[in-house]
């Protein structure tokens, strides 16, 4: 359609009307007032902008309270009294329960430390083929290696390291270098703790492995003993032990001459963790409420300032006097340590505060804008040219038809 000079003049006339509530010769046609005071474009920016600002911290609310309602109270953790001594980690599936273990011995893993040669002296290991085997095990494996006579004592052990790993023997090997005293040794290691991974190296041909005196163990692969709850003595080659049928995995550091307490429980740190993000989540959903009062429906607004908190005092929740929550999480930890079920449930449970925090999210978060625009708006509809899919962008006395465009004027 062909937009003349009356129908511009008559879109003047309506942002004038719009933001002074009345329409030509009939005076007002609503008590409400549109808070931005910017006419008919700068209020639908103000609402947008401060509307969307809600639905997002509502979506972000609502993601935080489900994340409490769900599986952190599940999880589970293992807490020892003596965390140098014994560690440990529980899986989801753990049950409450609190462990005594008295560490006899840690295990430890075969070393074979060669002699000290001169570095860079030359004759440690004689000229020639050397063949030597490693043992672990029922596997056995030779090693080969060829020195020079002008081999330094630091090539020729360098030169039986690169030969042990080549060979995939099984055994950790390293050039050990004592640089103030400038000597060299060949150490092997075995590849884990305890019996399971002890090694024998045999001498084959060269008289390399008495040369750099690895024949022999200098550290023997001892077995972990360790005792549970005061009961019998028991042996690992591992010092990673499993409790609870596999759900808690204890590792075993070093002896200790009392046992150790090992606490197995509910994750009260990611619990308190969560609670603190969510409170902090709902303290924005508040403050984008306020920040759109005049464009929010009022009814929505108050779900979420009128959320009840009075029963949380004990989980460490209050509202301070600017309508804030605030999370004490010491006092939660220590709720959850005395009373975790009435904590979960009052925290989780259908009608918990996250479950509170969830619903009025979930009211704004997935809301038509009919429903979160203020009333007032929604009443002056037939004054003013809100947009409508069956009532078209202008006031029904405007008298005007056909196809309307935005347009600057």
């Known amino acids: 359609m062909r937009v003349s000079s009356p129908m511009i003049?008559?879109?003047r006339n309506v942002a004038f009307w719009y933001a002074n509530g009345s329409a030509p010769g009939k005076g007002p046609v609503t008590s409400y007032r549109p808070?931005?005071?910017?006419?008919?474009?700068?209020?639908?920016?103000?609402?947008?902008?401060r509307l969307g600002a809600v639905v997002a911290r509502a979506e972000a609310a609502r993601g935080d309270?489900?994340?409490?309602?769900?599986?952190?109270?599940?999880?589970?953790?293992?807490?020892?009294?003596?965390?140098?001594?014994?560690?440990?980690?529980?899986?989801?599936?753990?049950k409450t329960a609190a462990?005594?273990?008295?560490?006899?011995?840690?295990?430890?893993?075969?070393?074979?430390?060669?002699?000290?040669?001169?570095?860079?002296?030359t004759g440690g290991l004689a000229a020639g083929e050397h063949r030597f085997s490693v043992t672990v095990g029922t596997r056995t494996t030779e090693v080969e290696a060829f020195i020079e006579p002008y081999d330094t004592n630091a090539a020729a052990l360098t030169k039986l390291r690169d030969a042990v790993r080549a060979s995939g023997a099984g055994v950790n090997a390293a050039v050990v270098r004592d640089v103030a005293n400038g000597t060299v040794r060949l150490q092997l290691t075995a590849a884990g703790t305890g019996s399971d991974f002890a090694f024998e190296v045999q001498e084959l041909s060269g008289g390399a492995a008495a040369a750099s005196g690895i024949a022999a163990a200098t550290e023997a692969g001892l077995d972990a003993l360790y005792?549970?709850?005061?009961?019998d003595v028991r042996t690992s080659s591992s010092n990673t032990i499993l409790l609870d049928n596999g759900h808690v995995l204890a590792a075993l550091r070093q002896a200790t001459d009392e046992p150790v307490r090992l606490t197995v429980g509910p994750d009260a740190a990611s619990i308190a963790k969560q609670a603190k993000k969510l409170v902090g989540s709902y303290n924005a959903l508040r403050s984008a409420a306020e920040a759109a009062e005049g464009f929010l429906a009022p009814g929505l607004a108050r779900a979420v300032s009128g959320l009840k908190t009075d029963d949380l005092a004990d989980l460490g929740i209050s509202r301070g006097p600017d309508g804030a929550l605030t999370l004490d999480e010491e006092r939660l930890t220590e709720a959850l340590a005395e009373r975790f079920d009435w904590a979960k449930r009052e925290l989780s449970g259908p009608?918990?505060?996250?479950?509170?925090?969830?619903?009025?999210?979930?009211?704004?978060?997935?809301?038509?804008?009919?429903?979160?625009?203020?009333?007032?708006?929604?009443?002056?509809?037939a004054a003013y040219p809100l947009y409508s899919p069956s009532r078209g962008t202008y006031p029904a006395w405007l008298g005007m038809s056909g196809l309307h465009f935005n347009m600057t004027f």
């Open 65 to 94: 309270a489900l994340r409490l309602t769900s599986a952190v109270f599940e999880r589970r953790t293992a807490t020892s009294s003596a965390p140098g001594a014994l560690t440990a980690t529980a899986t989801d599936r753990a």
């Open 35 to 49: 808070p931005a005071g910017q006419g008919v474009l700068g209020f639908a920016q103000a609402a947008a902008s």
């Open 351 to 381: 009608g918990g505060f996250a479950s509170a925090v969830a619903g009025a999210a979930s009211a704004l978060a997935s809301a038509p804008t009919s429903t979160l625009l203020h009333p007032g708006v929604l009443s002056a509809h």
């Open 99 to 121: 462990y005594e273990l008295h560490v006899v011995r840690a295990a430890t893993a075969q070393k074979n430390v060669g002699a000290a040669l001169a570095a860079a002296e």
């Open 227 to 231: 005792r549970v709850n005061g009961g």
């Open 9 to 11: 003049e008559q879109y």
